[in-house]
């Protein structure tokens, strides 16, 4: 079992920055990819960006690339999203997932958080 805790969620200016956590427990995670998705109210849950564990690559969607970043710190078995010039269609509840390398299926995730960006 992974557990997945998120924070770092507010409201922010358009145009500002924040940076999201995700601290991870219960299994190391060099076998993993971690992912960051979001759900906009009355909106499908939408994929941002992923980054395996092992070797930091990472992978982002077309809305969000340039702008997102995605890292994790081993020591502290956290992963970041680092969100600059967020605008206002970038509102949703932010979630992070765990899959195994290998595997199409997130099979862990966290409670999200709420990202609101006011124009």
């Known amino acids: 079992q992974v557990q997945l805790v998120e924070s770092g969620g507010g409201l922010v200016q358009a145009g500002g920055s924040l940076r999201l956590s995700c601290a991870a427990s219960?299994?190391?995670?060099?076998?993993?990819?971690m992912g960051w998705f979001r759900q906009a109210p009355g909106k499908e849950r939408e994929f941002v960006g992923t980054?395996?564990?092992?070797?930091?690559?990472?992978y982002y969607a077309d809305s969000v690339k340039g702008r997102f970043t995605i890292s994790r710190d081993n020591a502290k078995n956290t992963v970041y999203l680092q969100m600059n010039s967020l605008k206002p269609e970038d509102t949703a509840v932010y979630y992070c997932?765990?899959?195994?390398?290998?595997?199409?299926?997130?099979?862990?995730w966290g409670q999200g958080t709420q990202v609101t960006v006011s124009s």
């Open positions: 997932a765990a899959a195994v390398v290998g595997t199409t299926t997130y099979n862990y």
């Open positions: 219960g299994r190391t995670l060099s076998s993993y990819r």
């Open positions: 980054i395996r564990w092992s070797v930091g690559s990472t």
